[in-house]
Structures are given as C-alpha cells and as structure tokens.
C-alpha cells in the first residue's frame, strides 16, 4: 500500500517557522516529482511548492516566494517544506503529493497521483 506521511505541523506564532516533512512509503518516488498543497477552511487547495525528482527544479507558489524552501531527500523517500517568516494567513492544512509518473513536474493537483492525510500548520497574530 502506497502511503505519504506528514509530520512537523504544529501551533506558531507570526514570524517564526517550522519544517515539514513527508515520507513516502509502499513504493519509491526517487524518479517522481513531489510537493506541497494547502487548504484553508473554506477555501480550495492551494499549490505550495513541487520538485523535481532529482531536485534540479522547484517550483514555487506566489505567495509563499522567498519564505519557504522545498527540498527532498530520495535515499529516505522524503521531501520536506522549510516554512520561515510565517503569517497567520498560511495556517491552513498542508499536503504531501507524488506524481505517479516519472520525470514530470507541474503545479496543478491534477499532476499528482498520491496524497497524504495532511498536517495542520497554525500560525497565531
């Protein structure tokens, strides 16, 4: 069973940070692009950020430009979201996704195949 995991969300306050991280499991993603949605309540999902299966490109949402950094690491099947300077307007429920086929790398959700259960990140004013 293919499964991504989140973990790091958690309660911050405006202008601190926090790292996410997620672990893919049931299969391998080190030829597959991976990234980074949100939803707040009300709202619809939110592209973040999306790399590239070796890393060599990253895409990057408007609003979270210059503060947050997509990274991965393919010997742990990980990515991970380095979120700094964060406001209150980012507390949302953030989401891991993997694209099922290889080599691709978009910023729609219809490019990613799997998901995780999401982690809730809270940034307090």
């Known amino acids: 069973q293919v499964q991504l995991v989140e973990s790091g969300g958690g309660l911050v306050q405006a202008g601190g940070s926090l790292r996410l991280s997620c672990e893919g499991s049931g299969r391998t993603f080190n030829h597959n692009a991976m990234g980074w949605f949100r939803q707040a309540p009300g709202k619809e999902r939110e592209f973040v950020a999306a790399?590239?299966?070796?890393?060599?490109?990253?895409l990057y949402g408007d609003s979270v430009k210059g503060r947050f950094t997509c990274s991965r690491d393919n010997a742990k099947n990980t990515v991970f979201l380095q979120m700094n300077s964060l406001k209150p307007e980012d507390t949302a429920v953030y989401y891991c996704?993997?694209?099922?086929?290889?080599?691709?790398?978009?910023?729609?959700?219809?490019?990613?195949?799997?998901w995780g259960l999401g982690t809730q990140v809270t940034v307090s004013s």
């Open positions: 790399i590239s299966w070796n890393g060599g490109r990253i």
């Open positions: 996704a993997a694209d099922g086929a290889p080599y691709g790398l978009g910023s729609s959700t219809t490019h990613f195949d799997y």
